[in-house]
């Protein structure tokens, strides 16, 4: 079996890329956008594996691609963030987030390959909180429109719908990488925004266990964790890496993108871990501590 990883140097790619090949040695591929050479800094990817060069808004260079590779398994980790300048471009935001994972599953169903697609909760706009697959997408901004635009439900696809939050090891836009400059700073956590995602870590050993006990599972399913607001997700990671920010509570801003993950949960048993041992996990992964 061969796992092609699209975006293997993102937040969610790098850990999908590391974790994988712990499982599948030897079966697991990634591109990446820049050439080889600029990897080899990070010590996890073996250039051998990896495919440079890569923009995915060509799609003739994506087919020679999977052509080349001949993947079973898809893992589409590529996606422009609310962090991310590209953001700003609601042309590139279609053609990345909407476009290319549609043709993936286009390209799976026709070849009977399997694809593996992250979506968000941001596909909601945060006004009721413990959405379910059947909670009807109403975002208004670019990034939720584009993000749900982009689920694939075909015969060969399965889309994951989960906030996932991690370190990163180049780019470093999101939301811990953010925190983890704050040492000794005194900053804002937002008491009333309430989050349900994993990390990228916890994300990459459900994976696992699709790819390995659930081959035949398409459609659309919800991952989440116990619902945390981002004030105590913040204070919880102050204390665990010793930052010493001092947080102060905003109330200004309030929303709930919060998911259900019942349909999950019945088919497979997860439970998700403590967000306390999540986080350890997270700052305690050798990859970003030498």
Wanted: proline letters at 4%; glycine letters at 6%; aromatic letters at 10%.
């Amino acid at each position: 079996m061969k796992i092609l990883i699209f975006g293997a140097n993102g937040m969610i790619g790098h850990q999908m890329w590391y974790k994988l090949n712990k499982e599948f040695p030897g079966s697991v591929y990634g591109t990446v956008r820049k050439p080889t050479s600029h990897y080899e800094q990070y010590k996890i990817f073996d250039s051998k594996f990896l495919i440079p060069n890569l923009d995915v808004t060509d799609f003739n260079k994506v087919l020679q691609v999977l052509d080349q590779v001949k993947p079973d398994v898809i893992l589409n980790c590529v996606g422009i963030t609310l962090r991310k300048p590209e953001i700003k471009d609601p042309a590139l935001c279609q053609e990345v987030n909407s476009l290319f994972p549609q043709r993936l599953g286009r390209w799976a169903a026709q070849h009977q390959k399997r694809l593996i697609h992250f979506s968000t909760d941001c596909v909601f706009a945060g006004g009721d909180g413990m959405y379910t697959e059947l909670s009807i997408p109403d975002a208004q901004d670019v990034y939720g429109k584009t993000k749900f635009l982009g689920e694939v439900l075909g015969s060969h696809s399965l889309t994951l719908r989960c906030p996932i939050i991690g370190r990163e090891i180049e780019g470093k836009t999101e939301l811990i990488e953010w925190f983890l400059q704050q040492r000794n700073k005194t900053i804002k956590g937002y008491s009333k925004a309430i989050y349900s995602g994993i990390t990228s870590a916890e994300m990459a050993r459900q994976i696992i266990l699709i790819i390995r006990q659930y081959p035949n599972l398409t459609g659309l399913y919800q991952i989440s964790s116990e619902p945390i607001s981002k004030y105590d997700l913040l204070q919880l990671l102050n204390e665990i890496s010793a930052l010493n920010a001092t947080i102060n509570k905003d109330e200004s801003y309030s929303t709930n993108k919060s998911l259900d993950s019942k349909k999950y949960r019945q088919l497979t048993g997860y439970n998700s871990p403590s967000w306390s041992s999540m986080l350890s996990e997270m700052m305690e992964e050798k990859i970003y501590n030498g």
